[in-house]
């Protein structure tokens, strides 16, 4: 399997990053949503084989203090196989050098991350827009 690896936004089809991040399954993200995160993220990952989109990352950095990496998604077809790992290992070495590397994950990964070296945050706190949501899905407790 040859991959090809970029970190620009250079031709990408958002609407193709769309239909990744809902067959992944990571929800229903609009190509223009996409465009906007994306484009206001220091550092993309998209991974590509034989011109088709199978992975994606993204982290907000601000350059020193802290390093947020989020939306990483795998196609079905290809997860299993180190791509997700690959993709949140090359996300880590771009953002060396942050004071910290926060990562969110979807409620039962943690695990897959734990092996990454991601700890557990204690005081981690967060205002959803759907709050309820966020509370059927594990993401937040009522406390």
Request: hydrophobic letters at 40%; one cysteine or more.
């Amino acid at each position: 399997m040859t991959l090809d690896w970029r970190h620009t936004l250079e031709a990408l089809d958002w609407n193709e990053l769309s239909r990744l991040y809902e067959i992944a399954p990571l929800g229903n993200k609009k190509p223009a949503d996409l465009q906007v995160v994306f484009s206001n993220s220091l550092f993309k990952c998209l991974v590509y084989e034989d011109g088709r989109l199978i992975g994606a990352g993204r982290a907000v950095a601000d350059g020193l203090d802290c390093s947020y990496i989020c939306d990483v998604a795998v196609h079905p077809d290809h997860q299993g196989i180190g791509l997700g790992k690959a993709i949140v290992s090359r996300l880590v070495e771009f953002s060396r050098g942050h004071r910290k590397i926060i990562l969110y994950a979807v409620a039962g990964k943690e695990p897959f991350y734990k092996k990454l070296g991601f700890k557990r945050m204690r005081t981690a706190m967060a205002i959803f827009k759907n709050q309820q949501q966020a509370l059927d899905g594990g993401l937040i407790d009522e406390s």
